[in-house]
């Protein structure tokens, strides 16, 4: 009998070992708590991969939303300016070109306004050792937007572009 009590608290210890691991190597995805804009269409997201591993099966999108008189929210999907990413390179320190830190590019199209609505922005990754997933969703209201380019790296930095005089 002890034989079958010690089998199962081991296969218990077991599982929460397991469980607690997948914990640890799941997909740690940050994404940016502002827009940096460029002239008056151009936005850039940035999302950095915190991960000591690759992220596969990368789906994101951009959508402006708005409520109509009903109530109803209206919602339209903003294309990428470059063809759809799917794997994330790992995060290093030694990287000098940060790969793990990808700038999203979107033109905005010109019948939006910002002022009669907002922008969410969403991205689910997959793990690529553990294939576990992460999926991480941001709305961006109109005071969320700032002119300027992302820091290069980990960074979520905005930095301030001088405007050239014609």
Same mark, same amino acid.
């Given at each position: 009998?002890?034989?079958?009590? =010690? ?8 599982? %929460? ?15 940016? +708590?502002?827009? %940096?804009?460029?002239?008056? $269409? ?8 915190? &991960?000591?591993?690759?992220? $596969? ?12 008189? +009903? ?11 470059? &063809?759809?990413? +799917?794997? #994330? ?8 070109? %940060?790969?793990?830190? *990808? ?10 306004? #910002? ?7 969403? *991205? ?7 294939? =576990?997933? %992460? ?7 109109? &005071?969320?937007? #700032?002119?300027?380019?992302? +820091? =290069? ?14």
């Amino acid at each position: 009998m002890s034989e079958i009590i =010690t089998g199962v608290i081991s296969g218990l210890v077991a599982s %929460a070992v397991f469980y607690i691991f997948l914990l640890l190597v799941r997909p740690k995805i940050r994404v940016s +708590e502002k827009v %940096a804009i460029e002239g008056e $269409t151009l936005i850039r997201i940035k999302v950095v991969n915190r &991960t000591r591993c690759i992220l $596969t099966n990368v789906k994101y999108a951009l959508s402006f939303c708005r409520r109509s008189g +009903e109530g109803v929210c209206i919602v339209e999907e903003i294309q990428p300016l470059k &063809t759809p990413l +799917e794997v #994330m390179s790992k995060y290093s320190c030694w990287d000098k070109n %940060a790969e793990y830190a *990808i700038r999203f590019s979107y033109k905005i199209p010109s019948h939006i306004r #910002m002022s009669e609505g907002w922008l969410e922005f969403s *991205i689910h990754a997959n793990h690529g050792f553990s294939n =576990t997933s %992460a999926c991480v969703k941001k709305r961006y209201e109109s &005071t969320d937007v #700032m002119s300027g380019i992302f +820091e =290069t790296g980990p960074s979520m930095k905005i930095l301030a572009v001088p405007r050239q005089n014609s």
